[in-house]
């Protein structure tokens, strides 16, 4: 197996329900302190005409579309797809009775089945970084299904968050946030973050215009912060114990831990076609 068809295989199976983006959702939801919700704020960003045939790449639980339900144009036509057809089913449930409004569809962001120059937007929230290690591929896809007016909307993370989670990691054990640190800086090229996308998304398009938004977690319990660690590979299972009661006892004796979360989105314009 190719090392593309693996990491496909893998993340399949990674999302083959909500079960990974629910805890981390839950996590930033709950302990939130910005006013404008993540999902909000990045529908501000669209600038779309009325008129507008849009695709989602790794649509999730499609809630970018229930919590912006108010305000979708009618004109919109949309279609949602993911590569796990898993997602597809949470994404027509969440929307419930919303879903009538979308088309539902499995595609691999390497291969998009439309026609050239068919679209006026594509977007792609926090999923770029999945692909790997033909991004350049999906990325050439997108400016081909791209009008020549088309944008692309591409939401991911800051690599640099020096008050993130995993900040609070190198406070429990600095020789842990060495290890992850070491691997962060292995997998940088081969990734997707607001410091490097512009380089990337360069290549296949003329302009690329970046925007940010920053938010601060005042996490006061440590549950749900604790499950939304257990989705990722930071730490050992063994040693989630022991982070927990160093969580705790932060948070008895301040109230609260406080955790900056640093994202943004990539405006790509004017898709070069090669």
């Known amino acids: 197996m190719s090392r593309s068809s693996d990491h496909k295989e893998r993340l399949r199976a990674r999302y083959r329900d909500a079960s990974v983006l629910n805890a981390r959702m839950q996590f930033y939801q709950r302990f939130s302190t910005n006013e404008c919700s993540l999902h909000r704020w990045i529908f501000d960003q669209f600038h779309l005409s009325p008129e507008s045939q849009i695709l989602e790449l790794g649509c999730g639980t499609g809630y970018l579309w229930l919590e912006n339900r108010d305000r ?4 919109w036509a ?21 879903a009538r409004r979308f088309r539902f569809s499995i595609i ?11 679209l006026d937007s594509v977007i792609a929230n926090h999923m770029l970084y999945h692909i790997r290690p033909d991004r350049a591929q999906a990325l050439q896809g997108i400016a081909r299904v791209l009008k020549p007016t088309g944008r692309l909307y591409a939401s991911t993370n800051a690599r640099h968050n020096p008050q993130g989670l995993g900040a609070w990691i190198a406070r429990f054990d600095p020789n842990l946030q060495d290890r992850r640190g070491a691997d962060s800086r292995r997998v940088t090229a081969d990734t997707f973050y607001l410091e490097n996308g512009r380089d990337q998304l ?24 604790i499950a939304n660690l257990r989705t990722r590979n930071w730490l050992d299972d063994d040693r989630i114990p022991a982070f927990t009661q160093f ?10 831990i406080h955790m900056t979360k640093r994202v943004g989105i990539l405006e790509a314009s004017h898709p070069r076609k090669q």
């Open 108 to 118: 691999d962001a390497r291969n998009i089945p439309f026609p050239s120059e068919s």
């Open 202 to 225: 360069a290549r296949w398009f003329a302009k690329v215009r970046i925007a940010r938004y920053d938010n601060v977690l005042s996490v006061t319990e440590s549950g749900p912060l």
């Open 247 to 256: 969580i705790e006892r932060e948070i008895a004796l301040h109230g609260a």
């Open 78 to 98: 949309i279609t949602l797809s993911d590569l796990a057809a898993g997602m597809l089913r949470e994404a027509r449930q969440n929307l419930g009775a919303l």
């Open 72 to 75: 979708i144009p009618d004109g």
